[in-house]
């Protein structure tokens, strides 16, 4: 009867999560998409050692990600227990061959469980605390299926309670396989003991099913609950881009009007059309809410949440699963789609509001521990709604016109790109035909960077400290035209490969031996996604080149006697997206009598200055403005200069700070300015103190 009782528990339970699997697997496949190998095997294994058993991300946040480490590995060291569990069934005194005897097989198996249950108190205590009822939407649990999590909890916590009192049972009836150094059951024991032999061994008999009934009805719960993740995670990582930092976009379609057919479909518009990998993002989202927490859109007030957008296409891949994976008489014999689901993900389950509020700052996949790739599922639905229903923010129009009609966002056109130069003192080198084997640097100034005010102002403090360390540098001039950044990330995908194309030619041509940018977008653009359009070049930002250049005293000793509190703002595309940190930090602390303080956000958990995803050139009319919110989180720091090394973030920052010293809210001494600025005002004022 013992052993019928627990292997028929077993039995149901593998058969419906074995269908569940099955089906779970169907639904992800039918996805599109290789399902090559989307990274090496080297960096496969270094993210599983890394994300999965070391735990790297869930950490970042110590007393939860210590909850959940315990938890993981309490996962993983009581499979043991398990298998003495279903051993039991057959043997009372059943022993693991070789280990099942060893102290310290008890110590571990006792010390994780107790472990797990001090874990489970932690996330109780976790959620009660940031409960939704209390914080409301500043809640990271907002949105999220609470009723499932607490479930979750409950179960974890019978698995363990069901094992320390069979355990403590079989101690009392003598068929414990362990001596004293699994101190949790013998407490256990010691509390049952007085209950009798006979009555321990009834316990025993009893518990023991419990346990593999409590564990069996979890195994069906997590295949048919959020947390799924327990096994689809290891694989979502396993198959997550794996670049330096969070790299180029994931998908970049064929654009080639000479090679497109009139059924030609571009990004995402229905649940369909979304690749293997990204159903799989769906299905694996823990609803933790860390990407809800980071993101600027929500956290100032806007309707975007990544784990709420996430969690709704997950429903709505769910509720069109019928079609996606209703079998068929394939002649290969496999199962497939027969028709397609005809629901348009825009606005029927995405709002446009919520698609338009993204900045594409990356922090929610930063966050995200298990590398859901949040930006890409948001810009392919962009790429659908501009390429395929011509439906976006009217306000970016004159911008997409502005990018293909005149090479810039503003429509200034190419007469302008060489303005800057006439403020200098000195002659620049425009490039022409060839770039000279004397010049070392092509320096990419950027549309920002050539023909906004405040942009060339950083243009220009960037050539006066390359000329005052006899860097030899050239520009493009009237040549450079737009790297089609903000055309890509609005979802022009179109007129993003046209610019790319140009730039491309452009540069393959004069080959040039290194290429400097100052602008965050332009250089992630030209180092990071021209690649996959045939444009390989070596890019540096330029405050990699000035921390450089200080660390070998290419300026001599800057002591301007200005004694400053500097707080630097991380842009997202200079940050995050390449992890660029210590090189605009130290440059500035190269500067004497100058002090550099952190805003709350910094690095990695930087807060986007609302530029990103061409959001620079649409209207925030709802909730506070991004720019508004990073400003007062740097004017928190009590700061002189708030600097920054992107001219978005530089536009974004200082209409921010002047908003706020407008209404009173900050002094009018504070400014905000580039790397670059600050450190060539600081030479300057450092030579004429030297005169």
């Not at 010293?661 to 600081?682: N, Y």
């Amino acid at each position: 009867m013992r052993i019928a009782i627990g292997l028929g528990i077993t039995a149901i339970a593998i058969l419906f999560a074995g269908r569940r699997i099955l089906f779970l697997f169907r639904l992800v496949k039918s996805g599109t998409g290789s399902f090559a190998r989307r990274s090496t095997v080297t960096s496969q294994i270094e993210a599983e050692l890394v994300e999965v058993l070391g735990q790297k991300k869930l950490l970042k946040k110590l007393v939860p990600g210590l909850a959940h480490f315990f938890t993981f590995w309490g996962f993983l060291v009581l499979l043991a227990t398990v298998l003495e569990a279903y051993g039991t069934l057959f043997k009372n005194n059943f022993a693991i061959p070789f280990i099942g005897h060893d102290s310290w097989l008890g110590f571990l198996e006792d010390f994780f469980s107790t472990s797990v249950l001090l874990a489970l108190i932690a996330f109780a205590a976790i959620r009660i605390q940031n409960s939704p009822s209390r914080k409301m939407k500043s809640s990271r649990f907002y949105g999220s299926h609470l009723g499932a999590a607490w479930l979750v909890l409950v179960s974890i916590a019978l698995v363990v309670v069901t094992l320390l009192i069979y355990r403590g049972a079989q101690i009392n009836d003598g068929s414990f396989p362990f001596g004293h150094f699994a101190f949790a059951s013998y407490l256990t024991a010691n509390a049952i003991a007085p209950l009798g032999i006979s009555a321990n061994k009834v316990l025993e008999a009893i518990f023991v099913e419990m346990n593999i009934a409590v564990i069996m009805a979890f195994l069906v719960f997590v295949t048919y609950s959020k947390h799924l993740h327990i096994f689809a995670a290891p694989i979502n990582i396993a198959f997550s881009r794996r670049p330096n930092a969070l790299g180029a976009l994931a998908t970049t379609p064929n654009m080639d009007p000479e090679t497109l057919t009139e059924d030609a479909s571009f990004g995402v518009g229905k649940i369909q059309d979304f690749s293997w990998k990204q159903l799989l993002d769906l299905v694996t989202c823990t609803e933790c809410g860390r990407c809800q927490e980071q993101c600027p859109a929500w956290n100032t007030g806007k309707a975007l949440s990544p784990k709420l957008l996430i969690t709704d296409l997950r429903d709505h891949l769910f509720s069109q699963a019928n079609i996606l994976v209703k079998p068929t008489n394939n002649l290969d014999g496999e199962l497939g789609p027969t028709t397609r689901a005809a629901t348009q993900l825009v606005p029927d389950v995405i709002s446009k509001e919520v698609l338009w509020s993204c900045t594409t700052c990356g922090a929610c996949v930063q966050a995200c521990p298990v590398d859901i790739e949040h930006v890409d599922a948001i810009i392919d639905m962009r790429r659908y709604q501009v390429l395929m229903e011509s439906d976006f923010p009217s306000e970016a129009s004159s911008m997409l016109r502005n990018i293909e009609n005149f090479g810039d966002p503003w429509g200034l056109g190419q007469r302008h790109r060489l303005d800057w130069v006439t403020e200098l003192d000195f002659e620049v080198m425009v490039v022409t035909d060839e770039i000279p084997e004397s010049i070392e640097y092509l320096f990419w100034v950027g549309c920002a960077g050539a023909l906004d005010e405040r942009a060339r102002k950083v243009t220009q403090s960037i050539a006066r400290l390359l000329h005052r360390a006899n860097v030899g540098f050239a520009v493009l001039g009237p040549k450079e035209t737009c790297t089609g950044d903000p055309a890509r990330r609005l979802g022009n995908e179109y007129l993003y490969q046209t610019q790319a194309a140009q730039n491309i030619e452009t540069l393959n041509a004069l080959k040039p031996k290194k290429i400097i940018a100052s602008c965050a977008h332009c250089f992630n653009s030209i180092a990071n996604e021209y690649k996959d359009l045939g444009g390989n070049f070596e890019v540096i930002h330029h405050t990699q080149l000035l921390n450089t250049l200080t660390k070998a005293s290419a300026f001599g000793s800057i002591a301007s006697g200005m004694a400053e509190r500097i707080t630097f703002h991380d842009p997202c595309y200079l940050g995050r997206h390449n992890r660029i940190f210590a090189d605009p930090r130290g440059a500035l602390s190269s500067i004497d009598n100058t002090s550099l303080v952190e805003m709350s956000r910094n690095k990695e958990q930087s807060f986007c200055c609302g530029a990103g995803g061409a959001r620079m050139w649409l209207e925030e009319s709802v909730g506070t403005r991004v720019n508004s919110a990073r400003i007062d989180q740097g004017l928190a720091t009590t700061p002189d200069v708030i600097a920054t090394a992107c001219p978005y973030c530089l536009i974004m920052l200082d209409d921010g700070l002047k908003a706020k010293q407008t209404d009173g809210l900050a002094s009018d001494q504070i400014m905000v300015l580039d790397v670059a600025q600050v450190l060539d005002r600081a030479i300057t004022a450092s030579n004429q103190d030297k005169l």
